[in-house]
Nanobody, 120 residues
Framework: EVQLVESGGGSVQAGGSLKLSCAAS????????IGWYRQAPGKEREGVSC????????YYADSVKGRFTISADNAKRTVYLQMNSLKPEDTAVYYC?????????????WGQGTQVTVSS
């Protein structure tokens, strides 16, 4: 059974940091790309960042470039999203997702999400 379990969300003040984790199981980790998406109330889901586990190619949305860093620990089958200099507009439910192959394209599996709230 494929599982993606996010953790690390919480409430912080603007300028603070959080580190999200996405623990993956049930599929060949190295053959996949893992992405982070977010959805704020009343807004469309937005792609934030993604990483190809094999090769390490990464992508960042313009809104988070220079503030967020995605990384993967193959041994732990976990992808992290380090979020620094958080802004109130970063408030959303953050989801991780997995797709076979490289970055780009639709995702096959999704986690349940973790809430991130940034107060001004």
């Amino acid at each position: 059974e494929v599982q993606l379990v996010e953790s690390g969300g919480g409430s912080v003040q603007a300028g603070g940091s959080l580190k999200l984790s996405c623990a993956a199981s049930g599929f060949t980790f190295d053959d996949h790309a893992i992405g982070w998406y977010r959805q704020a109330p009343g807004k469309e889901r937005e792609g934030v960042s993604c990483i190809a586990i094999s090769g390490g190619k990464t992508y960042y949305a313009d809104s988070v470039k220079g503030r967020f860093t995605i990384s993967a620990d193959n041994a732990k089958r976990t992808v992290y999203l380090q979020m620094n200099s958080l802004k109130p507009e970063d408030t959303a439910v953050y989801y991780c997702a997995a797709r076979s192959g490289g970055i780009g394209g639709g995702y096959d599996y999704w986690g349940q999400g973790t809430q991130v709230t940034v107060s001004s």
